[in-house]
């Protein structure tokens, strides 16, 4: 982007800034959230299929876990790729290729009957949405400076727990209510129904997406002047470096290691919630749906007032720590009173609300000294790694509910992982480097 002269007079009032802001966040954000929406939807909803589809195939606890995390190879292998793709042809154009391609790979789920099939389609599922997320991450940076994009942030990320709410009681209705209709099983319908849209939401980003501020033609030249200026200005403190130089970055891998953690978490969470639910005894899936949405409601306010806080104080380690702990205490409350239909859900609640307000103070993180290319690889490099936990994850849990009849013990091991978020977020990361 070409700088600019600096501003003068009205242009630099904080009222002017706030209504550009505003109005920044009003045009990009939906959109984007939209998005985010329909792709955790996608990726998480085998949980829900998982309640028929086991049973109909006569898959094994493993053959579900394996295929459930299979998806993050899929994504690890495409993920950086794909985001220096994005960041060379422009966001319109890559995001609406990424919509279409998982919405298709998606709905074609529903044609799975082996569990090879179930491996390839989740596989396949993973290379198409293969930079989304740090794609959509970056983006946010072609608009936001670092100070703003801690909430900015927070409200991308809502998608994920709002997704568990819509999609929840969707998926639940869509099981028992569709299960058997012109000869097909509720869990096939539910992949096809919850498909279609993200190819339509794609052919959208195409027409209605700006790819950077210099392109958006609902800005005036003042307007773009201003966001023009505060991203110089930010973009001041940090030189821009070449993905070589993430690559090399001590502090990377270290925030790898922080994501994987969470990860662990998030998805011990996503995929086995509705089957968490029924051990507690609750066996129809719409009652299993509206019940999974109950945590993710509660995650939606504290991810929101987590994000608001870390702006509010200009401060990232505690605020990111803290959550991590929480949610290792709600997966071992959960394993411990996995029988109680109530207590189990309150324990539930405290892990999805714990492991997703972590989400989007971690991504504030990484953008606060990467720049450039560096932040285009950097960002899909971390969320590449950590995205492997969302292999580990589910098949560790399966295969430990396998081999010891016990669903508890996958939980405490996942517990693990987020202390040990916790841990390395308060030894290994600086203030200095993430409070802005």
Same mark, same amino acid.
């Given at each position: ?20 802001? !505003? ?17 955790? /939807? ?19 606890? @493993?053959?579900?876990? /394996? ?9 690890? /292998?495409?993920?950086?790729? @794909? ?5 060379? $042809? ?10 279409? #391609? ?9 044609? $799975? @009957?082996?569990?090879?099939?179930? &491996? ?14 740090? *794609?959509?991450? %970056? &983006? ?34 869509? /099981? ?6 012109? *000869? ?18 794609? !052919? ?15 800005? @005036? ?45 998030? &998805?011990?969470?996503?995929?086995? %919630? ?5 051990a507690t005894g609750v066996s129809r899936p719409l009652d299993i749906g509206l019940l999974s949405a109950a945590p993710y409601a509660v995650a939606s306010v504290a991810m929101l007032l987590g994000g608001i806080s870390a702006d509010k104080y200009r401060e990232r ?12 205490? *709600? ?11 109530? #207590? ?10 714990? #492991? ?15 720049? *450039?290319?560096?932040?285009a690889g950097g960002i899909a490099l971390i969320n590449s790694v950590g995205n492997l936990a969302g292999f580990v994850s589910p098949y560790m849990v399966g295969f430990i509910k396998d081999q ?7 939980? &405490?091991? %996942?517990?693990?992982?987020? !202390?040990?978020? !916790? ?14």
């Amino acid at each position: 982007m070409t700088l600019v002269p600096p501003l003068h007079g009205e242009a630099s009032s904080a009222a002017l800034e706030q209504r550009v802001y !505003a109005k920044v966040t009003r045009r990009v954000l939906p959109l984007l959230f939209l998005c985010y929406i329909l792709a955790y /939807l996608d990726r998480v909803n085998v949980g829900f299929a998982k309640l028929q589809m086991v049973g109909d195939l006569k898959f094994s606890e @493993s053959v579900y876990g /394996l295929g459930a995390g299979v998806f993050f190879i899929g994504y690890f /292998l495409f993920e950086i790729p @794909s985001n220096l793709i994005l960041h060379r $042809v422009g966001a319109r154009r890559w995001i609406a290729r990424i919509l279409v #391609t998982w919405g298709l790979a998606s709905a074609t789920t529903m044609l $799975v @009957s082996t569990p090879l099939m179930f &491996y390839v389609m989740r596989f396949l599922l993973g290379v198409a949405e293969a930079g989304f997320f740090p *794609g959509a991450i %970056l &983006y946010l940076t072609y608009w936001f400076p670092a100070a703003r994009r801690g909430r900015i942030t927070a409200l991308l990320m809502l998608a994920v727990p709002l997704a568990g709410v819509v999609g929840g009681p969707l998926s639940g209705w869509i /099981l028992q209510n569709l299960d058997g209709v012109h *000869g097909l099983s509720g869990w096939r319908w539910m992949f096809l129904i919850e498909g279609l849209p993200s190819i339509v939401v794609g !052919a959208i980003v195409f027409f209605a997406l700006e790819d950077n501020i210099e392109k958006a033609g609902w800005l @005036s030249d003042r307007e773009k002047r201003l966001l023009a200026d505060h991203l110089a200005a930010d973009h001041a403190a940090h030189a821009s470096h070449s993905f070589r130089d993430a690559m090399r970055d001590a502090k990377v891998w270290i925030l790898c290691l922080v994501y994987f953690g969470i990860v662990m978490g998030l &998805y011990g969470v996503g995929f086995w %919630l509705p089957t968490l639910v029924q051990a507690t005894g609750v066996s129809r899936p719409l009652d299993i749906g509206l019940l999974s949405a109950a945590p993710y409601a509660v995650a939606s306010v504290a991810m929101l007032l987590g994000g608001i806080s870390a702006d509010k104080y200009r401060e990232r380690r505690w605020h990111l720590a803290l959550p991590c702990a929480l949610g290792a205490v *709600g997966l071992v409350a959960n394993g411990l009173f996995a029988a109680d239909t109530a #207590t189990a859900l309150i324990a539930l609640t405290v892990a999805s609300a714990g #492991t997703m307000t972590a989400l989007p103070l971690f991504w504030s993180c990484p953008t606060a000294f990467l720049r *450039g290319v560096a932040a285009a690889g950097g960002i899909a490099l971390i969320n590449s790694v950590g995205n492997l936990a969302g292999f580990v994850s589910p098949y560790m849990v399966g295969f430990i509910k396998d081999q010891t009849q016990r669903a508890d013990y996958g939980l &405490y091991a %996942l517990a693990l992982f987020m !202390a040990m978020s !916790a841990m390395l977020v308060i030894i290994a990361i600086p203030s200095r480097l993430v409070d802005r």
